[in-house]
């Protein structure tokens, strides 16, 4: 399976400016490769790159093998593009998005990342230094920064390029590792898991991961968003560019502790992790205005990919199972009804009358779901 590693760069004031040059130096012959793409429709990697070599190069102060990575940085953009046209992302053929995205060429912001390769770029691990290509020249010794298992990874496991992302005026290098998949073993049992708004997630085991905590931080968060915005002089939109990936970066935090948690509970005691589908979810849920926004930027989507990855590489059986009616369900005698669920907190069966929190007995019935689903996954197909 794959994973990235991100390491922080603490390069000096004189290697930090070369960087920023190389970064900007990158974009702009990657806008500029895109607009010929764009012009004469070469998409694929072997006509643009005999196209712009050469003027990438006398142009833009690129070696040859930056020159390689921003084309195939261009080709790898507009295939991004075309799939997220096919799949509709981007809405219809009539709609406004759809058609400014196949009437323009792709434009590379000045401080976007940038792939190296191992020609261009290359790890000392034991001084904890890197080697990098610049514009201004191959900039060697430049220390980075990460945790013990990390290193290990990066070690041990890390295969092709390599990406170099300034944020917040920080420098990072994120690298692809390639780690062995642990053999899956067969689950004694199930952990079912409810996600939710109220609870970010409720395991069939009624361990309750509550998100007032997170939803309070949201809302403070957005507050300060417009006080802001409010204001409208050059601090203000300074203070906004800072906080752009706070709040992100915290929902992820979150999430990764309560999956990091789930998967460790799965593993010590044998069992599978069974998860809800929730793909459509804003196509199946009509919600009020006020809604609309808590609902899309929730990170459900994150939580489940979390869980799956974590799970995945510690080998623990992990399924996605139908969502529908699990929380309107009961899981003794199979009742389906609305009526179950008089409040949002409680189930309440209205024919046998088992009763409890609505939560658990969803992740109750994801988990029963998941023991007749790896049923069918796992036994083979009978031969005619």
Request: proline content about 5%; glycine content about 6%.
């Amino acid at each position: 399976m794959k994973l990235v590693v991100q390491v922080k760069l603490l390069p000096t004031p004189e290697q930090a400016s070369a960087l920023e040059a190389t970064l900007r130096a990158c974009n702009r012959a990657a806008s500029y490769a895109s607009q010929v793409a764009f012009a004469k429709d070469l998409k694929d990697r072997n006509g643009l790159q005999k196209e712009v070599y050469t003027d990438l190069k006398a142009t833009f102060g690129l070696s040859a093998q930056p020159v390689v990575r921003a084309v195939k940085k261009v080709v790898d953009a507009y295939a991004t593009l075309k799939a997220n046209l096919q799949a509709g992302s981007l809405g219809p053929p009539t709609s406004k998005r759809y058609r400014r995205a196949v009437s323009t060429p792709i434009v590379f912001r000045p401080e976007a990342a940038q792939p190296f390769d191992d020609r261009c770029l290359s790890w000392q691990y034991d001084a904890r230094t890197v080697s990098i290509w610049t514009v201004d020249g191959r900039m060697k010794g430049i220390r980075f920064a990460c945790s013990p298992d990390q290193l290990k990874t990066l070690v041990t496991c890390r295969k092709g390029e390599s990406d170099l992302v300034r944020r917040g005026g920080k420098w990072f290098l994120v690298a692809t590792c390639e780690i062995p998949n642990p053999q899956v073993y067969e689950p004694v049992d199930w952990i079912g898991v409810d996600r939710g708004i109220v609870n970010l997630a409720t395991t069939s085991d009624a361990t309750n991961y509550q998100g007032r905590r997170l939803g309070r931080y949201r809302r403070w968060q957005a507050r300060k968003r417009t006080e802001l915005q409010q204001k409208q002089t050059r601090s203000a939109t300074r203070r906004l560019a800072r906080r752009a990936q706070k709040e992100q970066r915290h929902a992820t935090h979150v999430n990764h502790r309560i999956s990091k948690e789930i998967v460790s509970v799965a593993q010590r005691t044998g069992r599978g992790i069974a998860v809800e589908e929730l793909g459509g979810i804003r196509d199946r849920v009509r919600l009020r205005r006020d809604q609309r926004g808590t609902l899309s930027s929730w990170p459900f989507h994150q939580l489940g990919q979390h869980l799956a990855y974590k799970a995945r590489k510690a080998g623990v059986p992990f399924v996605e199972v139908d969502a529908h009616h699990t929380s309107q369900r009961c899981p003794r005698c199979g009742h389906t009804g609305r009526a179950n669920r008089p409040t949002r907190d409680q189930f309440c069966c209205r024919r046998c009358g088992l009763a409890g929190p609505a939560d658990v007995v969803a992740g109750v019935n994801v988990r029963d779901r998941a023991r007749s689903a790896w049923v069918f996954v796992t036994t083979p197909a009978l031969s005619p």
